[in-house]
Structures are given as structure tokens and as C-alpha cells.
């Protein structure tokens, strides 16, 4: 059972358009959702995360619009330049106890800004 | 600087033998988990670790163990390596002091098994 989906697996933007990758989730235990991007041959970094207490977390270009009522979130990319090309996951997570959080990770989007 | 090691970066074993995979971090986390990633399945987690002496399963743990002797290193083993372990593996660790939310993935073994 697949307890979070990411759509599209695959996008492609002008550089200065807006990326936009969304994702639903299933168990609304899960209280923390964070994105994390992936460049070629690299580990995964956090990029942007947020809580279901508030319904929008913008960092720089980076936008997360959270809705707790349809259990969906997605990761907004403003003015997107060929640098933010890379793989990004969504994840949720919920608090497994003293302060230990296990993360369950969508299937990815590969994004291709092109000049 | 503070970081997280993977060793070795790419490694080629035939089936059947045993492989071990190792992850180093100096941050003094207490959590360390293991995932595999696969074109179409994302990042799935294999075992994870809340501290010393304590290792648990995650959604893909057949075929795989880990042990925890100490802080710092969360090694991976394959008992009996398998054409289906073929795979990119990460490794990856929180601050339970810091509320465990964030993870810092290292830089990832490609496994080939033949």
C-alpha cells in the first residue's frame, strides 16, 4: 500500500516558469512533510517542510500549499532555472517517539527546466 | 566538518555472496536508517536505528540486517546477495535531540549484483 503519491514522475519547464508537483497521502497520523531534492550521483537534501498547522510555507522560490481537509500537498517552484533541474521527493512522517521520525517518501519527480 | 560516509561508492558482487555496506556519520546522531532506491519505486526504507544496540525493520527488510556497536556507524549487510539487491542504497541520519525531523542522506552505494 502505497501511503504517499507524487504526480507527474516526469516534468519539464521554461526557464522562468513555475514547477508545480503535487502529492496526496493516506494516514492522517502523519504530521510532517517535507520535500526533499535529489541531483544525479548526490544523497537526497531537504529542500522545504511543513507542519499541517499552517496551510503555506514559502522559502526564496520554494512554495509548499498544505490541504489538510484533502490530504494534499505540493511543492511550487517560482521563476525556475535550469539549477533546480534534479529528482525531488515528497515525504510524510509522523512521530515514532522520543523524538525519532520515519519518513515515507513518494516516488519521485524528475523536473527539466529548459533554457 | 560534520558529515556522513558511505563506503564503498560502487561495488560489483556476484549472487549468492555476502556484502557489506558501510555507513559513517560524525554528528553523534542517535537515529540512522537505511534505504534503497529504485527507478519507479522512490526511496524505500530497509531497517533504521534509534541508538546503540537497538535496529528495526522497515518496509523492504528481507534479505538485509543491520547492527548498531556503536554511535557512529550503521552497517548494511546482504546475507546472500541477490540479482533483486541490485540497487542504489543511502544512508541517512537525525538528531533525536532536535526533534528527529530532519535526515541527512549520504552519498549513496550503487550495488550491481551479477
Known amino acids: 500500500q502505497q501511503q504517499v503519491k507524487q504526480s507527474p514522475q516526469s516534468l519539464i519547464v521554461q526557464k522562468g516558469g513555475i514547477s508545480i508537483i503535487n502529492c496526496a497521502y493516506e494516514?492522517?497520523?502523519?504530521?510532517?512533510f517535507p520535500w526533499y531534492q535529489q541531483f544525479p550521483g548526490k544523497g537526497p537534501a531537504l529542500l522545504i517542510a511543513?507542519?499541517?498547522?499552517?496551510s503555506e510555507k514559502k522559502e526564496g522560490r520554494f512554495t509548499i500549499s498544505f490541504n489538510k481537509s484533502a490530504k494534499q500537498f505540493s511543492l511550487h517552484i517560482m521563476d525556475s532555472q535550469p539549477g533546480d533541474s534534479a529528482t525531488y521527493f515528497c515525504?510524510?512522517?509522523?512521530?515514532?517517539?522520543?523524538?525519532?521520525?520515519?519518513?515515507?517518501f513518494g516516488k519521485g519527480t524528475k523536473l527539466s527546466v529548459i533554457p | 566538518d560534520a558529515e556522513i560516509t558511505q563506503s564503498p561508492r560502487h561495488k560489483i558482487t556476484e549472487t549468492g555472496r555476502q556484502v557489506t555496506l558501510a555507513c559513517h556519520q560524525t554528528?553523534?546522531?542517535?537515529?540512522m536508517f537505511w534505504y534503497r532506491q529504485d527507478l519507479g519505486h522512490g526511496l524505500r526504507l530497509i531497517h533504521y536505528?534509534?541508538?546503540?544496540?537497538?535496529?528495526n525493520k522497515g518496509e523492504v527488510s528481507d534479505g538485509y540486517s543491520v547492527s548498531r556497536s556503536n554511535t557512529e556507524d550503521l552497517p548494511l549487510t546482504l546475507e546472500s546477495a541477490a540479482s533483486s539487491q541490485t540497487s542504489v542504497y543511502f544512508c541517512?541520519?537525525?538528531?533525536?535531540?532536535?526533534?528527529?525531523?530532519?535526515?541527512?542522506f549520504g552519498p549513496g552505494t550503487r550495488l550491481t549484483v551479477t
Open positions: 541517512a541520519s537525525s538528531d533525536s535531540g532536535q526533534g528527529g525531523y530532519e535526515q541527512y
Open positions: 511543513i507542519r499541517p498547522d499552517v
Open positions: 494516514n492522517t497520523a502523519f504530521d510532517y
Open positions: 515525504a510524510a512522517s509522523m512521530d515514532s517517539g522520543a523524538g525519532s521520525y520515519q519518513l515515507t
Open positions: 554528528w553523534n546522531h542517535n537515529n
Open positions: 536505528s534509534y541508538g546503540v544496540q537497538d535496529t
